[in-house]
């Protein structure tokens, strides 16, 4: 727990003005998203901890695990999402698709960051960072800080205050910006789609760049922009899309596939929530980057990995 939020206590830190009131630069980026993933981690391990030690530990009975050899470090902890499903189907905790979803994505950034060198802006590293850690903090609101004894919640409760503060800094400035961008967005509903770097539904895909260059999809809100086949890419590291990529269809118009990916999700797809579905079901399609229109999964009569023609029928 203590572990936890100071990771937390990190992230705030990392993300709040320097002296000269400047944004925070690359590297205190980096470590914002670094500190979040190990809080995330960290956190929803310690909960299962609480449940039963075994909990953290993969292939229970493989290894002949050890209380011993536990208490130790020497067992294969669990990974990140294998958490969440013991969280929410051994121990009960609620935890949305959407909140799931957000956690799974931050660990890929992270990864990103390690191995690629991701460059993440201000905005996208803002943006992730508010989502999860809104999460994070219901989370030990819900179900950590409930589990505590009162010496155990009087030694972090000034933590959790001060973290409690940045994310409704953070909330504040996002939702500031959406309502600034919001009117950019009215009408382009069936080509705008979910960013991959902030996580806000705020790409807009060209659907005629006549050869321009300039004219390529582009956030509104982290205002970072790619070649379609560079955003199709990064859909597929960032989000499930890369394990089916070996049988994605060629789209009809262009005849790529480099620019298709599956399991795109439309802001015209959203679907308001209800009080019955208070996460809102939403349909998804499968989506030319290059065409922004979607892409029939069966072509009639031909195999699914038929190459492109050149000039059509
Ligand atoms: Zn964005
Ligand atoms: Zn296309």
């Known amino acids: 727990m203590d572990n936890g939020l100071d990771y937390l206590v990190s992230v705030?830190?990392?993300?709040?003005?320097?002296?000269?009131?400047?944004?925070?630069?690359?590297?205190?980026?980096?470590?914002?998203?670094?500190?979040?993933?190990?809080?995330?981690?960290?956190?929803?391990?310690?909960?299962?901890?609480?449940?039963?030690?075994?909990?953290?530990?993969?292939?229970?009975?493989?290894?002949?695990?050890?209380?011993?050899?536990?208490?130790?470090?020497?067992?294969?902890?669990?990974?990140?999402?294998?958490?969440?499903?013991?969280?929410?189907?051994?121990?009960?905790?609620?935890?949305?698709?959407?909140?799931?979803?957000?956690?799974?994505?931050?660990?890929?950034?992270?990864?990103?960051?390690?191995?690629?060198?991701?460059?993440?802006?201000?905005?996208?590293?803002?943006?992730?960072?508010?989502?999860?850690?809104?999460?994070?903090?219901?989370?030990?609101?819900?179900?950590?800080?409930?589990?505590?004894?009162?010496?155990?919640?009087?030694?972090?409760?000034?933590?959790?205050?001060?973290v409690r503060a940045g994310a409704n800094r953070l909330r504040a400035y996002i939702e500031e910006r959406l309502e600034r961008i919001r009117p950019l967005l009215v009408g382009l509903e069936e080509r705008t789609v979910l960013c991959p770097r902030c996580f806000q539904d705020a790409v807009v895909v060209e659907s005629d760049r006549g050869g321009d260059p300039n004219v390529v999809p582009r956030c509104r809100f982290c205002e970072t922009d790619w070649l379609p086949f560079a955003l199709a890419a990064e859909y597929r590291i960032v989000h499930h899309a890369g394990m089916f990529s070996a049988n994605i269809p060629a789209c009809p118009r262009c005849g790529q596939t480099g620019t298709v990916v599956r399991h795109v999700t439309r802001v015209c797809d959203l679907v308001q929530s209800t009080d019955e579905s208070p996460q809102g079901l939403h349909d998804d399609v499968t989506f030319c980057f290059e065409c922004a229109a979607p892409v029939p999964d069966q072509v009639p009569g031909g195999p699914s990995d038929a190459q492109p023609h050149e000039g059509g029928a």
């Open 12 to 162: 705030v830190d990392h993300l709040g003005k320097d002296e000269s009131g400047d944004d925070p630069g690359p590297r205190n980026l980096k470590y914002a998203v670094l500190h979040l993933q190990a809080a995330a981690e960290v956190l929803l391990k310690a909960r299962l901890e609480r449940e039963h030690w075994s909990l953290v530990a993969d292939k229970v009975t493989e290894k002949k695990l050890s209380r011993a050899k536990f208490e130790g470090g020497d067992f294969f902890s669990i990974t990140p999402a294998e958490a969440v499903r013991r969280l929410r189907d051994i121990v009960g905790v609620e935890i949305s698709p959407e909140e799931a979803s957000n956690l799974e994505t931050l660990a890929k950034t992270r990864n990103a960051l390690q191995h690629y060198g991701l460059i993440a802006n201000y905005e996208v590293v803002e943006s992730l960072t508010a989502k999860v850690l809104d999460f994070l903090v219901r989370f030990l609101d819900d179900s950590l800080l409930p589990e505590l004894s009162y010496e155990e919640w009087e030694a972090i409760d000034q933590d959790v205050g001060y």
